[in-house]
């Protein structure tokens, strides 16, 4: 089971880096860059993540440079929220929380990250994905919480 598990997940990463790609290069997203971390996404979306980012860093600016010195993909995805090793697709549902409901999603791709990076291969192979999911979702509402993030938005990692 674990050998299927591994050849998938080496099959299945590569391709949806490339669909990621190809989505922030067809002509219709444009880009933000700070530091590694990248932005794909129509103009108004850019905007919202440039002041996102300028928000969080006066919020919290070790986290901030945490995740600009991380190599992380977000990108507009309007219909759900899409998360796969360094790569995030921003839904509408946190788009319409402007600023705050992009940053919360900035934070979610950062406990990801530190979570999965402290991990070997063999170990990501064996861990549970709901139980790491339950991980990344307490320490994203500790820290919505801690800055007074509106009650409806921390309730989006309740699960």
Request: aromatic share 14%; hydrophobic share 40%.
């Amino acid at each position: 089971m674990l050998v299927l598990k591994f050849i998938f997940r080496q099959v299945q990463l590569p391709i949806l880096r490339m669909v990621s790609k190809f989505r922030c290069r067809d002509g219709r997203y444009g880009r933000f860059q700070a530091g590694k971390c990248c932005f794909c996404g129509p103009p108004e979306f850019l905007r919202l993540c440039s002041n996102a980012m300028d928000v969080l860093s006066l919020m919290d600016r070790p986290l901030f440079e945490s995740v600009a010195g991380q190599k992380l993909m977000l990108w507009y995805e309007p219909q759900i929220l899409v998360v796969f090793d360094g790569h995030f697709g921003i839904s509408g549902k946190y788009v319409s929380w402007k600023e705050r409901g992009v940053i919360a999603c900035i934070v979610y791709a950062h406990f990801e990250g530190e979570l999965r990076s402290g991990l070997r291969l063999w170990q990501r192979l064996y861990e549970d994905t709901a139980v790491t999911r339950q991980k990344i979702h307490r320490a994203v509402r500790g820290w919505l919480e801690t800055h007074d993030f509106p009650r409806e938005l921390v309730a989006c990692f309740d699960n």
